[in-house]
């Protein structure tokens, strides 16, 4: 292996079976994660730089397709996602919650922001060896918990890019949507400003998502009509947000978190295309919103497919995903039922109560889901990796 630095890129040249191959890492983020290149294994570093993300987003939204923004918690829903979009050729989305950074952190420390970094960096070591375009992404932060939540984040990426590193996260979500717009449009406003000044993609919403889902907790109630923002709104965001720094919306269309049977959720995506229409019809083309679907576990195939046409780039997937990773945990349990327990003085099945022997096919199945959305979504195959 050669190599030679060239401002704040290492350009190492790796031979293996006589073949030369060129790879592009800066220099202070592989020195940050102590990475060290193998002669049998590239180092691609596929988390997304801000100019990659950004193209990521360019690329679905002239493609009429969108990524999955997938939940995850620990390395093994990580494990899960990576290895769905490597084997779908996709790009994908990696989403922590505040729920799940507690989660991560441990029942000792209950910290958010912590159980979000350390998630946020195994991502960036894990990802390392796949070729396609991974972007970091917080979900549903309310205005009461941003102070605590979003403002320290924001601060890690700065710090980081202070000492020459890469960006934590590619981008942020905040869910100002139980306040009265103006309300909303401000603190969005500020927040946008903190993540422009960091090359960070802030993603807001205005109208509420039905349901319940982590974060996002209380809403199961909502009239029906403050599921779907107007025409109205989404000039609001507009005018409000534009020329500060780029930003993601979450446009409410009458979807919902969590699970409900066929026919109970209405959703109309053609609120989508009113909002857009308005907007482009008075800003231009160029105001066309990259658009984020949220609950989008239990939507049926036509309407995701609708929502593409309408600059829809992003949907969220948890609920679904949850139920992929738990339903083989299940089956093994009951299916070694006198295994995995010690009754009546016997002393089990070390091989089927191994967490090993249930997490693996847990990671399987969620991968399998997140294909699948992949499909849905018409991401697969097209991923940009290597051109930006």
């Known amino acids: 292996m050669t190599g030679k630095p060239a401002g704040n890129t290492f350009f190492c040249d790796l031979a293996k079976e006589g073949n030369?191959?060129?790879i592009r890492c800066p220099l202070a983020h592989s020195a940050f994660f102590g990475l060290r290149e193998k002669p049998h294994q590239k180092l691609v570093m596929p988390i997304a730089t801000p100019k990659q993300y950004a193209a990521m987003l360019d690329a679905a939204q002239q493609g009429d397709y969108?990524?999955?923004?997938?939940?995850?918690?620990?390395?093994?829903?990580?494990?899960?996602?990576?290895?769905?979009?490597?084997?779908?050729?996709?790009e994908g989305i990696v989403q922590m919650s505040t729920g799940g950074g507690q989660f991560a952190s441990g029942l000792n420390n209950n910290d958010p922001v912590l159980g979000c970094i350390v998630l946020a960096e195994a991502?960036?070591?894990?990802?390392?060896?796949?070729?396609?375009?991974?972007?970091?992404?917080?979900?549903h932060c309310q205005p009461e918990k941003a102070a605590g939540f979003l403002k320290p984040l924001i601060e890690e990426t700065a710090r980081r890019r202070d000492k020459g590193q890469r960006n934590l996260f590619q981008s942020h979500m905040l869910d100002a949507s139980i306040l009265p717009l103006e309300e909303n449009m401000a603190i969005s406003k500020e927040y946008l400003e903190l993540c422009a000044a960091n090359e960070i993609i802030l993603e807001v919403e205005a109208g509420v998502v039905g349901g319940e889902e982590d974060g996002s907790a209380g809403t199961e109630d909502t009239p029906a009509e403050k599921l779907y923002t107007t025409p109205e709104d989404m000039l609001t965001v507009y005018e409000s947000l534009n020329g500060i720094g780029r930003y993601m919306f979450a446009a409410t269309f009458g979807n919902v978190h969590g699970a409900y049977k066929p026919g109970a959720v209405k959703l109309r995506p053609d609120i989508l295309k009113e909002g857009q229409d308005a907007v482009i019809g008075k800003h231009g083309e160029a105001a066309k919103f990259d658009l984020v679907f949220h609950g989008g576990?239990?939507?049926?195939?036509?309407?995701?497919?609708?929502?593409?046409?309408?600059?829809?780039?992003?949907?969220?997937?948890?609920?679904?995903?949850?139920?992929?990773f738990t339903r083989p945990i299940a089956d093994h349990m009951m299916a070694n039922y006198e295994g995995v327990l010690k009754i009546d003085g016997e002393v089990g099945n070390k091989k089927v109560y191994d967490p090993?022997?249930?997490?693996?096919?847990?990671?399987?199945a969620t991968a399998d889901r997140l294909i699948e959305a992949c499909n849905d979504l018409e991401s697969t195959g097209k991923t940009i990796f290597g051109t930006v």
Not at 69 to 83: C, D, Q
Not at 357 to 362: E, F, G, I, M, T
């Open 20 to 22: 030369s191959a060129t």
């Open 66 to 90: 969108a990524y999955p923004g997938v939940n995850i918690t620990s390395i093994t829903t990580i494990n899960a996602a990576l290895k769905a979009f490597a084997d779908a050729k996709s």
């Open 123 to 139: 991502a960036h070591r894990l990802a390392d060896r796949y070729d396609i375009l991974i972007g970091l992404h917080t979900d």
């Open 297 to 324: 576990s239990g939507s049926a195939k036509h309407e995701i497919k609708e929502t593409l046409e309408y600059g829809v780039v992003k949907m969220n997937i948890d609920t679904d995903t949850q139920y992929a």
């Open 356 to 364: 090993r022997s249930y997490l693996k096919k847990a990671e399987q």
